[in-house]
């Protein structure tokens, strides 16, 4: 009997809410396609946002006075230190630039083939955390350190690096005004956190403990966060992935059995 729309339909949604122990196919294009528009939108929408520059550069002087305040306005002496370096501000930049969205790929692939259920979860609290973050950056613009000239600070990636967030190809995709929170450092604890449940084994965790490590003096080094940044960024992300954990552990399984009751309808 060939097979009905409803069932079809019903295939596509189970794929992207899977069972615990689901392992995928290659062919299994719709998730992917899933994935690929989630993440496109949420660019897009980042980009589409950039507003209010004098509002971003009170909020982010408004940064400087709380972390003097309380004593962690320490910025301007990292910053210092990778740059005294070449192999410092190499590092940062590598890190910064390719331990970001092209390592959340990667990681992402390979869960996708061997952890469906770990890759699902790491999905979805990406997803929800740039949610979180769209909003902030809509509410609360933020400028990064490298706007801020009186405290000297240096666009390593611009000046190192010659990737200038100015190349007219990047405006759809960058606000330069979405320092807070930061998800360069979120998303990397997101990552850590998807690796330590997928295996036990110490190199890959040590891995991706070493690259949140370096995530976060890369964020500083390079001129683009506070450490204030980085600190939503990890509340906003562990917040995210919660509500994820909720979801798998009884919102996910009650929408399965309707799909499954839905797509036996007149059967």
């Known amino acids: ?61 408004d940064i400087v006075r709380l972390e003097i305040d309380l004593g962690l306005f320490i910025e301007p002496q990292i910053q210092h230190w990778v740059l005294s370096s070449p192999v410092f501000w190499g590092i940062a930049n590598f890190v910064y630039f390719w331990c970001d969205f ?35 950056y809509m509410t609360f613009p933020v400028a990064p350190p490298r706007f801020l000239a009186e405290w000297g600070f240096v666009d390593t990636l611009e000046v190192f690096s010659n990737l200038s967030y100015q190349a007219q190809s990047l405006h759809p995709f960058v606000n330069q005004y979405a320092a807070v929170p930061s998800l360069h450092v979120g998303w990397s604890v997101l990552l850590a956190v998807a690796v330590f449940r997928s295996t036990p084994h110490w190199y890959w965790r040590g891995g991706m403990l070493l690259v949140l490590a370096v995530q976060l003096v890369a964020v500083i080094g390079t001129g683009n966060h506070f450490i204030f940044d980085g600190l939503v960024g990890i509340a906003v992300c562990l917040a995210a992935l919660e509500i994820t954990d909720a979801m798998h ?19």
Not at 1 to 27: C, F, G, K, N, Q
Not at 110 to 129: A, G, I, P
Not at 262 to 267: E, L, M
């Open 249 to 267: 552990r009884s919102s996910y399984p009650a929408v399965r059995r309707r799909i499954h009751r839905w797509s036996h309808v007149g059967r």
């Open 102 to 136: 092209p390592l959340i790929v990667a990681v992402g692939l390979l869960l996708f083939w061997r952890r469906r259920d770990q890759y699902t979860k790491l999905r979805d609290s990406l997803l929800l955390s740039g949610a979180f973050a769209l909003l902030i």
């Open 1 to 61: 009997m060939a097979t009905s729309t409803r069932e079809r339909a019903a295939d596509v949604a189970l794929r992207l809410i899977p069972a615990e122990h689901h392992r995928a196919r290659w062919s299994d294009l719709a998730e992917l396609g899933f994935a690929v528009i989630g993440f496109l939108a949420y660019f897009l929408v980042r980009g589409a946002v950039v507003t209010r520059a004098a509002d971003a550069l009170d909020h982010a002087r």
